[in-house]
């Protein structure tokens, strides 16, 4: 088991950046693949971004990439996404999660989540 506590959303302008955090406690952080999705009102929940358990390998949705940043720190078992000229679109609650596997766009291969954190983003 991992819990997962999601921090760092608000409203800001387009064009302006937020640092998402995700803590995650209990198993060994090390050993699971992390990665942010989010979720619009009325749309279905979406990947954004994906991290492999070292680091060395991540993965973004088209939309967001050369703007998003999907980052771990394995000793503080903090994963982060820096987020850079937001835009209206990037409104969503974000979610923050976890999986003993590779890194997948499908949701439903994901084994822990978070609750989430809203960013809203005004143009």
């Known amino acids: 088991q991992v819990q997962l506590d999601e921090s760092g959303g608000g409203l800001v302008q387009a064009g302006d950046s937020l640092r998402l955090s995700c803590a995650a406690s209990g198993r060994t952080f090390s050993s699971y693949t992390m990665g942010w999705f989010r979720q619009a009102p009325g749309k279905e929940r979406e990947f954004v971004a994906g991290?492999?358990?070292?680091?060395?390998?991540?993965y973004y949705t088209d939309s967001v990439k050369g703007r998003f940043t999907i980052s771990r720190d394995n000793a503080k078992n903090t994963v982060y996404l820096q987020m850079n000229s937001l835009k209206p679109e990037d409104t969503a609650v974000y979610y923050c999660a976890a999986r003993g596997g590779v890194i997948t766009v499908m949701p439903t291969a994901w084994d822990y989540w978070g609750q989430g954190t809203q960013v809203t983003v005004s143009s």
């Open positions: 991290i492999i358990r070292s680091g060395s390998n991540t």
